[in-house]
C-alpha cells in the first residue's frame, strides 16, 4: 500500500464485506467508532493508515492459511487420494474463542475464520478438484465422540469427528 493513496471508499466497503463483517466489527478491530467506518466507506474521511494496514495484514493472514492449508491438502491428496474433505468451523464466537485460541490474535472474530475456511473450501474446488465440506463444531457431540474413542482435545481430533459428519 502506498503511502499516498491508500484505499479507497469502495475499497474499504468490499474489503470489510469479502470478510463478513458488520460495520461494528470492522470499528472493534480497527479500534474506532462504527460512525467512522460509515464515513470511510461513504467517502466522507478516509481511513486512518493503522486502520487500512491493520485490515489488509488481516487479509493477508487469511490468504497465507488459504495458501498453507491448500498446500497441505494437496500434499496429502498425493498419498491419499481421496476427494473429500471436512473442515472445521465455529458457529459462535464463544467456541471459536474455546477451540481455537492460538488464532487469536491473528483473527480475533470467528467470522474471519471462517472466511478463510470458506476461501480454501473454494481454492480446493478450483485448484485440486477436492470437495471440502464446512462442518459446524457442535460441542456437545464432539465431546461425545472424544470419550467414545478417548481421544483428547486437539486440532486432529476435531478433524476426525468433522470426517464423521459427512
Do not use: H
Not at 51 to 68: C, G, W
Not at 76 to 81: D, G, I, M
Amino acid at each position: 500500500m502506498s503511502k499516498e493513496s491508500g484505499l479507497n471508499a469502495i475499497e474499504m466497503l468490499c474489503l470489510r464485506q469479502s470478510f463478513g463483517l458488520s460495520i461494528e466489527q470492522v470499528a472493534l478491530i480497527t479500534k474506532t467508532t462504527a460512525e467512522a467506518v460509515t464515513a470511510w466507506e461513504a467517502g466522507e474521511t478516509s481511513a486512518p493508515v493503522p486502520a487500512q494496514k491493520k485490515l489488509l495484514e488481516i487479509d493477508d493472514i487469511i490468504e497465507m492459511q488459504v495458501l498453507n492449508t491448500t498446500d497441505g491438502i494437496e500434499e496429502l491428496f498425493k498419498k491419499e487420494p481421496k476427494r473429500r474433505l471436512a473442515f472445521v468451523v465455529y458457529p459462535t464466537q464463544a467456541l471459536y474463542n474455546q477451540y481455537n485460541p492460538e488464532f487469536l490474535s491473528s483473527l480475533p472474530l470467528t467470522e474471519l475464520y471462517n472466511t478463510a475456511a470458506w476461501r480454501i473450501k473454494k481454492e480446493c474446488k478450483l485448484v485440486l478438484e477436492v470437495d471440502v465440506s464446512l462442518i459446524a463444531l457442535d460441542a456437545e457431540a464432539y465431546k461425545a465422540y472424544r470419550a467414545d474413542n478417548g481421544m483428547s482435545e486437539s486440532r486432529e481430533s476435531r478433524a476426525k469427528w468433522a470426517a464423521t459428519q459427512l
